[in-house]
């Protein structure tokens, strides 16, 4: 599990496109020193494991399907992601919970300036967009953001400089692609809404999911 708090961006340093897998090869001179092999770590928000540490570099497999889903089957060489440890007991909570687990990739539809900042609107699948409500949060390449507005499967985020120096997106322009994790509580309510509809609520149902106790 991740909290969409950027830690360090890395550089691809190497790819290997084989049959069914590509592996990466990435450069982060802040992380190596706590990365082992086994660990999770997420690449532009997708859950990765390093499968082997090299001085500056950690390798990690992202299979077909990883590759068809998220933005890493276009990365090239020299590019470079957002990076984030998975989370242990002793962090900081600092963003939200996200698992890794991209949704879909978001386009970049337009980049305004406002002061310091900018707003960024982003299009998403409408299958996708159900979950994304305004002022909840959104994990964008990685990145833990708050959603400010929302029209049909369009919403806009605000980047202040403080995350544009820090993260990839502060090099983002229109028509960029971007991996979207909506927010997981959003997930679960739909499950559980869809559970009620289907069957309707009654004491058997409070029951089984423990909104009631038996004596």
Same mark, same amino acid.
């Given at each position: %599990?991740?909290?969409?708090? +950027?830690?360090?961006?890395?550089? &691809?340093?190497?790819?290997?496109?084989?049959?069914?897998?590509?592996?990466?090869s990435?450069?982060?001179?802040?992380?190596?020193?706590? =990365?082992?092999?086994?660990?999770?770590?997420?690449?532009?928000?997708?859950?990765? /494991?390093a /499968?082997?540490?090299?001085?500056?570099?950690?390798?990690?497999d992202?299979?077909?399907? /990883?590759?068809?889903?998220?933005?890493?089957?276009? *990365?090239? +060489?020299?590019?470079?992601?957002?990076?984030?440890?998975? %989370?242990? @007991?002793?962090?900081?909570?600092?963003?939200?919970?996200?698992?890794?687990h991209?949704?879909? =990739?978001? /386009?970049i539809k337009?980049?305004?300036?406002?002061?310091?900042?900018? &707003? &960024?609107?982003?299009?998403? @699948?409408?299958?996708?967009?159900?979950?994304?409500?305004?002022?909840?949060?959104?994990?964008?390449?990685?990145i833990?953001?708050?959603?400010?507005?929302?029209?049909?499967?369009?919403?806009?985020?605000?980047?202040?400089?403080?995350t544009?120096?820090?993260?990839?997106?502060?090099n983002?322009k229109v !028509?960029? *692609?971007v991996?979207?994790?909506?927010?997981?509580?959003?997930?679960?309510?739909?499950?559980l809404?869809?559970? &009620?509809?289907?069957? !309707?609520?009654?004491?058997?149902?409070?029951?089984?999911?423990?909104? =009631?106790?038996?004596?």
């Open positions: %599990m991740f909290t969409g708090i +950027i830690e360090d961006i890395g550089e &691809i340093k190497d790819i290997k496109k084989q049959s069914g897998k590509w592996e990466f990435i450069k982060t001179l802040k992380l190596i020193k706590d =990365i082992k092999e086994g660990d999770s770590i997420s690449v532009d928000g997708v859950c990765l /494991t /499968t082997q540490i090299k001085e500056n570099t950690f390798n990690a992202a299979s077909l399907e /990883t590759l068809k889903v998220t933005t890493l089957g276009q *990365k090239g +060489i020299s590019d470079r992601v957002n990076l984030e440890l998975a %989370m242990t @007991p002793q962090n900081r909570f600092g963003g939200h919970i996200v698992t890794g991209v949704d879909c =990739i978001g /386009t337009s980049i305004t300036p406002s002061g310091d900042s900018k &707003i &960024i609107s982003i299009e998403v @699948p409408k299958d996708v967009a159900r979950f994304i409500v305004v002022k909840g949060s959104v994990c964008i390449d990685g833990s953001l708050t959603v400010n507005t929302k029209d049909d499967n369009i919403f806009t985020i605000n980047i202040i400089p403080y544009s120096e820090r993260t990839t997106i502060g983002k !028509g960029s *692609k991996n979207i994790e909506t927010d997981i509580i959003g997930k679960y309510v739909e499950s809404l869809t559970k &009620i509809e289907k069957k !309707g609520i009654d004491f058997d149902f409070l029951y089984k999911y423990g909104y =009631i106790k038996g004596d």
